[in-house]
């Protein structure tokens, strides 16, 4: 799967973890339907191909409910039951929006969340995080994600954060990006551009 902008094209895999960080109305959630666009049909029938069933996406956002169990706004206790099914069902691709809130910064993960951030990509699991504060999100899983998409960065301890990350070389250009301009870096190929307004 590959989006195209600028001359440059995006690849992805089912196993990808994608990091997508920004401001309130900064262009996340549109980011991530074009992604989600373009990834889900790949994935349906990788998934087809291989387990002879198309499976889509797991969709997390807080206040919606999944399986019956009621997703809110930091509940790692139902995280935790998505991300033990995915291990059982896998290959698995989760989308979490408000990351932050399950996969939270300088709180020990449990055993299942370090699993799907450390062994998750072996095991066919994949995942995309959305957050506008990043700061506020484990590094562990900021250190794992191959795929990052960060929009305009201001705020200090966002921009300390990407600097204690190992990421400070893209502060001032973060700290820069105009509305909805994104940036992209490919951690695989230690690679990146500037996207154009989405």
Do not use: H
Not at 37 to 49: C, F, H, N, V
Request: charged content about 25%; overall charge negative.
């Amino acid at each position: 799967m590959s989006i195209e902008n600028n001359d440059s094209v995006i690849n992805f895999t089912s196993t990808d973890k994608i990091l997508i960080a920004g401001k309130s109305g900064s262009g996340k959630s549109t980011l991530m339907i074009e992604l989600i666009k373009y990834l889900e049909p790949i994935y349906q029938e990788m998934t087809s191909r291989q387990l002879g069933i198309k499976k889509s996406f797991i969709k997390i956002d807080p206040m919606m409910q999944f399986n019956g169990i009621p997703i809110r706004y930091g509940d790692r206790t139902a995280n935790d039951e998505i991300l033990k099914k995915m291990f059982q069902t896998a290959p698995e691709f989760i989308i979490e929006d408000e990351a932050d809130g399950f996969f939270p910064n300088k709180l020990t993960l449990s055993s299942v969340e370090s699993d799907f951030i450390n062994i998750g990509r072996p095991c066919g699991l994949g995942g995309m995080f959305i957050t506008r504060r990043l700061s506020n999100l484990n590094t562990n899983l900021v250190s794992n994600a191959n795929k990052i998409f960060m929009f305009k960065l201001w705020q200090s301890a966002d921009l300390r954060y990407l600097y204690n990350s190992n990421f400070g070389d893209f502060i001032p250009i973060v700290s820069r990006l105009e509305p909805y301009e994104f940036l992209y870096i490919d951690v695989d190929k230690n690679d990146y551009i500037v996207f154009d307004p989405i």
